[in-house]
């Protein structure tokens, strides 16, 4: 666990990025509460609280972060309450949502291809290994924010993360499929 | 044999009840050939999309379900064969899904016989032969297709009696530059010891310890950029401990314009490049040695006098210019090489083998098909067969991996609900038994389960995770036994 002053030392950039940029919506509750429940989880025992933890469940809360999975083949979406460290493999099955995993996370295939809906989320995720590169480079439709859902993991800088599966289906319309290599 | 293990199978008094009632009418009926991951996504698909209004039979040629993932993966990938969970989840607890092995179309079952008992047929069983060099010498002893290779070291019942015999052998020539040609290469470099501990069938393992094999030779036609292996697996092998890595005739710095625009279209083919690079660079020598031959096509395989095997290769050297579409396409120098080799492996594609009554595009070696939906011809404007499908490398032809199949399933499934009008209605009790030649053995997801067990538990005797039976009788006796066969020699 980082020392409190370092943690004092995150809050402000923390405190940023809710109000800005994509976690700017996914920021329901006030900026104080949020600050002072973190705070609050920060202060050692027995020290003077910065204010009584907030009743309700702030959104960037230390132990949850939200995730949205939209499945492109029905247009569904679906936010979760997602715990720290998990995959969204993991995530994505625990509450039933439609994301293959053939290899199980071993990185032995690219059946949990994810596409991070913005740029600025995608980039904020640590970069993809080489092993992970060569496996997405064989998944369908790949595009230039696509990820492995086996290799993204929750932190509390993920929150309100907005990641969408792929429709395999194609166009009926348009012909000539690529084949990959096997 | 067939009654007995029809009502052995868990649910068939439930399913005979939905049959013969009325609901038997609206319930959609759909028999899926192949139960490789073609046939296990398509049937989860269909699974999904009919709900409690399907039932989906899954028939297999073997008495095993899962293709190529059993007979085709390496043993020492066993993560690529984790998708087994989840298709064995779906076989053994869905109770809308049959699986029944050993039944082959075109000799348990005739095409035009289980159409009549279904709304629909769906074609998955793959590719199980081979494109050839058309070059003489080919047939010559010695000289083996990689799919054949791999079904022996996999254990596939077709090739257990597969005459390899490494002792004799030092040089191999391997043709092909893909991925299932590294697979050979590195099952014949690798120390067998390290295999020990797989799944590879005991023959296999009992050769590869008393191989000779000092160089194994990846051969191709075109260039580096032009192959088709992938940054993974050739890393894997180019740096396998013990093995040195010789890249021969310099084919990484004669790079043509086209060349390097196919490379800056192409993560893959610039990770490529920078692995053959570094191990170029690297010069690593070893008791063993693979050898990588670009821009050389095989003319002939030359055979020894006496007993007419295999001994060596003629290579025609080549460089590459453009085609008329832009592609890069090999051409002669004049010059050639004999390489010398005792052993011949074919690795450049699988081709699919048609089925009486089925149309077949013998050019490309598929079922001529629109999205899944299989064709009278390969005219354009040929007509579509109702209620009958194809998926898998049947459909498009023998590339891609696993995953490739789960968008293939989605779109053929896709193709099946719109053309939902034009499906056939079976016959009024309609039934799979009912288009079965009488001698046949129908192995049950139950049966496949004893096999099952029966291989894990064998496989444990001797620190491996199965060991695979490498005969139908075998697992036949085993399926319908209802006792684990005792471990031992085939």
């Given amino acids: 666990m980082a020392s409190l002053s370092a943690c004092r030392k995150l809050l402000p950039a923390l405190l940023a990025s809710c109000r800005t940029g994509p976690f700017a919506a996914t920021v329901r509750h006030s900026e104080r509460s949020c600050a002072d429940a973190v705070a609050s989880t920060l202060t050692p025992p027995g020290s003077l609280a910065l204010r009584p933890f907030s009743s309700s469940r702030p959104r960037c809360s230390d132990d949850k972060v939200s995730v949205t999975f939209a499945d492109e083949k029905d247009g569904s979406e679906v936010t979760i309450q997602a715990p720290l460290g998990k995959s969204l493999m993991e995530i994505a099955h625990d509450n039933d949502v439609d994301l293959e995993c053939a290899c199980e996370g071993s990185l032995a295939c690219s059946t949990c291809h994810v596409i991070v809906e913005s740029q600025e989320q995608f980039d904020s995720l640590p970069e993809a290994t080489d092993d992970e590169n060569d496996m997405l480079d064989l998944a369908f439709g790949l595009t230039e924010t696509s990820r492995l859902g086996c290799q993204i993991i929750t932190t509390p800088e993920l929150d309100g993360l907005r990641v969408r599966i792929p429709s395999s289906t194609r166009n009926f319309a348009v012909d000539g499929y690529v084949p990959k290599p096997h | ?490």
């Fill in chain 2, 1 to 490: 044999m067939l009654q007995c293990t029809l009502r052995q199978y868990n649910g068939a008094s439930r399913l005979a009840a939905r049959w013969f009632g009325t609901e038997a009418c609206d319930i959609k009926r759909f028999c899926i050939v192949g139960a490789g991951p073609a046939g296990f996504y398509t049937a989860d698909r269909l699974l999904k999309r009919f709900l409690e209004g399907s039932t989906v039979d899954l028939i297999d040629a073997l008495p095993s379900p899962f293709g190529l993932v059993r007979s085709g993966v390496a043993p020492d990938h066993p993560d690529t064969k984790n998708v087994i969970h989840q298709f064995s989840h779906l076989a053994g607890a869905s109770p809308h899904l049959r699986f029944f092995g050993n039944l082959r179309l075109g000799r348990e079952v005739q095409l035009d016989e289980l159409r009549r008992q279904y709304h629909a047929v769906v074609l998955a069983y793959g590719a199980e032969s081979d494109r050839s060099l058309g070059i003489p010498g080919e047939a010559a002893p010695g000289v083996y297709s990689a799919r054949e290779f791999v079904w022996w070291y996999n254990g596939h019942p077709s090739q257990a009696g597969l005459p390899i015999d490494l002792r004799s052998v030092q040089s191999v020539a391997v043709v092909g530059l893909g991925n299932v040609a590294l697979d050979c290469a590195r099952v014949l470099l690798q120390p067998p010891e390290r295999l020990a501990s797989t799944d590879i069938a005991e023959h296999a393992l009992r050769t590869l310890r008393r191989s000779a094999v000092t160089d194994v030779h990846v051969i191709g036609r075109r260039g580096p950029v032009q192959a088709s292996f992938t940054p993974k697996e050739l890393r894997e092998l180019l740096s396998m401990p013990g093995i040195g890595v010789q890249i021969h005739g310099g084919a990484l710095d004669t790079l043509t314009p086209a060349c390097r625009a196919e490379m800056e279209a192409s993560r893959i083919k610039r990770r490529v490049m920078e692995v053959l690079t570094k191990a170029e660079a690297a010069q690593r020598k070893g008791p063993r040695t693979l050898h990588l031959h670009f821009l050389s096509s095989p003319a002939s395989v030359e055979t020894r006098e006496e007993g007419g095997l295999a001994a060596g290769i003629k290579l025609e050297k080549q460089r590459l210019e453009a085609s008329p579409s832009g592609a890069a396409r090999s051409v002669p120098t004049g010059e050639s090489v004999l390489l010398p080799a005792n052993l011949v492996l074919k690795s450049i594609g699988y081709r699919s083998i048609p089925v009486p009554g089925l149309p077949f595009d013998a050019e490309r070696g598929v079922v001529p098909n629109r999205m899944g939906q299989v064709l009278e011809s390969v005219a354009a404007d040929a007509p579509a067969v109702p209620g009958l499908f194809v998926v898998g490398w049947l459909s498009r032809g023998p590339s891609g991996i696993i995953g490739t199949n789960l968008a293939d399933a989605e779109q053929t499934v896709e193709g099946m609900v719109r053309a939902q009008a034009d499906w056939p209605t079976p016959e009024r009790r309609a039934g799979l038994e009912r288009a079965l030649a009488p001698e046949s053995i129908a192995v049950p997801w139950a049966g496949w389960a004893r096999i099952d067990a029966a291989e894990v538990a064998a496989g444990e005797a001797v620190g491996k995770p199965r060991e695979k039976m490498t005969s139908v009788e075998r697992m036949l006796a085993c399926a319908v036994a209802g006792a684990a066969s005792a471990p031992g020699s085939p």
